[in-house]
């Protein structure tokens, strides 16, 4: 029988070994649909009951993106806030920037532009720091996003710019693909048509690069993001019946994923087509639809979108109190979105991120110069000790070579005095090798560099000079030879 704390211990690893494999299998995906909620309450369960805090983070965070696909956005914040707060704790820079664009995504989908943008800033800075470029090109393309729903247009273009650039350089297909649909969604407002179609497809084919490969429903909702402004194009320049067999195809694929914000933007798109082609009752009805469903998950975006399109048709019509009815509402809701207010602390946050952000770089370019300093410096003394040791190698070279020529004279001297030396017992003349006799003094002379002179010793003085030899001044009479004469 095991133990309890063995129990608990094997216990405890089956549940994280399940917990795994669920945020395996949340990340592959990428998107997640709503009937995986109850199994993936249940594997929070597990979580909670491990007392694991990144298992639990993880748990939640999957939850909350369930639930945001599922269009249940206070659902998905209240998962989305605990994992923030867990992340927080748990000082994990990479979670917490996921779930800071996370939480940025909800509450943009729900009109909330001023946490939206407080968030993606959040998440921006976040993966800067760890040079996350798939991440930093997500925020980015988020916030072109929201400025371009504010009708921000320059500002808008200049995210989706750096969006485009960082997620070129990241590699990553499906990034760059959203940044692009994003830009070409602005270059429809603008009524830039051709260079919006050309964005669409760039996008289109980025999603299907292969790079990482996409997943069922990321394709289809790829396909329907990038179709949806096709079908903008169409309308605008004429070609209704394209539009509406786009929009109706959205529409369908809405309505088998079960995404009552894919179902709204394609009710969106037809009362469009109807209002172009001036058939009244129907495009009343498709935006009439389209308010509905952007109500039931609360996106004031798409219900300022439904209530423009409701008012143009009711003044088409000729119908003053309901266009004066739907505008007033839209006014009303217009205001509450994009208040001045606001617009001042979005202004602030921009402000304040592009701050943080020069103070990071200034940061960064004060440590890169001391380093170079450093390295300067460091380069210096080497440079000086490699000049040292270079006049110590010659200053030792050439007292070697001096060493040498010294010892080859050495040698020289050596060789030419060294053996036997045949002399006469007699006079001391020596023989030669070719046998001729010579004086030692020439002998000598002929086989090195000594220089001979010439005088009397105190011994050979008086035999040869009587009385008349004078010693020579300090010397013994059996002394060695005397100071040098000038006889020769």
Known sequence: ?????????????????????????????????PDSIPRFRYELELAQQSGDSTAI????????LAHWQDDRYDSALVHLLRVRALRTALRDSAGLGSVLNSLGATHYQAGNYEPALEAYLGSLALRRAIGDLRGMAFNYANIGKAYQDWGDYDRASVALDSAIAIAERSGNGPTLGYALNTMAAVHVDLRRHASARDFAERSLAAYYSGTPRIGAVDSSSAWSINNLLLGRIDVAEGRLE???????????TAIRGQTRRGQAEAQIGLGSTYEAGRQWGRADAAYADALTASRAI?????????????????????????ALRHLRTHAALRDSVFSLRTSQRVSAMELEAEAARQLAATAELRAAQRQAGEDLRRQRILTSLAITLLALTLVMLGSLLRTNRRLEVARAEVRALSG??????????????AGYWQSVEAYVASRS????????????????????????PGTDAGAAPA??????
């Open 298 to 322: 609360a996106n004031r975006a798409l219900s300022l979108r439904a209530l423009e399109g409701l008012a143009r048709v009711a003044e088409a019509r000729g119908d003053a109190p309901a």
């Open 57 to 64: 983070a993880d748990a939640h965070f999957t939850l909350g």
């Open 242 to 252: 394209d539009a509406e067999r786009r929009f109706r195809r959205i529409y369908d």
């Open 1 to 33: 029988m095991l133990r309890p704390q063995t129990f608990d211990r094997l216990r405890h690893a089956v549940l994280l070994s399940v917990l795994a494999a669920g945020a395996a299998t949340a990340a592959e995906s990428q998107s997640l649909r």
């Open 483 to 488: 100071a040098p004469s000038s006889a020769g």
């Open 420 to 433: 036997f030396i045949p002399i006469c017992a007699h006079c001391k003349n020596v023989r030669d090798d």
């Open 449 to 472: 560099e000594a220089q001979f002179s010439h005088g009397i010793c105190n011994n050979c003085g008086p035999a040869l000079y009587g009385e008349d030899w004078v010693p020579h």
